[in-house]
């Protein structure tokens, strides 16, 4: 019953350093995503991925990038942080991009860049 | 410009007194809408899809429904464990979120 499962669940970065945050899914979902969360703001898109082998941008890509490494994990890369990338980043699943079925959402990672 | 409002930003409840959180949107070829609850620390856990207007669903103490231009979830006689944060989503070629409603309820 692990659904969606993101690693690490807090970070802390120097401006500049770099790091990459991962997602596993186990629902066997074509289709993954991610988000981030900022107060007074509400979940924006950073980017998405179809089906394995396809990324698109989403409403916020700049400064990020990602990487479909197969058809569980979906991982996303910060090459060298800002403050302004200080956030909660939820990844996110469903069965297919555009139907209408709800998102499984994992517990999200709290990163903080000084 | 796309837009879902959600509000009140903020309500507090006692325990047992009902009431109505409101998702307003303005979208253009509204496929659906979503409402998650998210708890502190957590992801959002999915609640509900309505699909068009009239509709309406229910899940224990929670009933959404949905008219052409807002969506409501109304929570009858709600309990401590029913406080979170509410988020309304809407879908279109892609799904929009609004900042959702903090919910308390007080024992």
């Known amino acids: ?114 | 410009e796309d837009q879902v409002t959600q509000s009140p930003e903020a309500l507090r409840l006692q325990e047992g007194e009902s009431s109505s959180l409101n998702c307003s949107y303005t979208v253009s070829g509204l496929r659906g809408l979503f409402w998650y609850r998210q708890d502190p620390g957590k992801g959002p856990e999915f609640l509900f899809t309505l699909y068009s207007a009239g509709e309406e669903k229910e899940k224990e103490r929670l009933k959404a429904t949905l008219t052409k231009k807002e969506s409501f979830l109304h929570i009858t006689a709600p309990k401590p464990e029913d406080s979170a944060t509410y988020l309304c989503a809407v879908i279109r070629d892609k799904i929009i979120f609004g900042k959702g409603t903090r919910l308390h309820i007080l024992p």
Not at chain 1, 18 to 38: E, I
Not at chain 1, 76 to 93: G, H, I, K, M, N
């Open chain 1, 1 to 114: 019953n692990a659904g969606v499962t993101q690693t690490p669940k807090f970070q802390v970065l120097k401006t500049g350093q770099s790091m990459t945050l991962q997602c596993a899914q186990d629902m066997n979902h074509n289709s993954m995503y991610w988000y981030r969360q900022d107060p007074g703001m509400g979940l924006r898109l950073i980017y998405y991925s179809a089906s394995e082998g396809t990324t698109d941008k989403g409403e916020v890509p700049n400064g990020y990038n990602v990487s479909r490494l197969n058809k569980r994990e979906f991982s996303l890369r910060l090459e060298s942080a800002a403050p302004s990338q200080t956030s909660v980043y939820f990844c996110a699943s469903n069965p297919e991009q555009g139907a209408d079925y709800g998102y499984t959402f994992g517990s999200g990672t709290r990163l903080t860049v000084v």
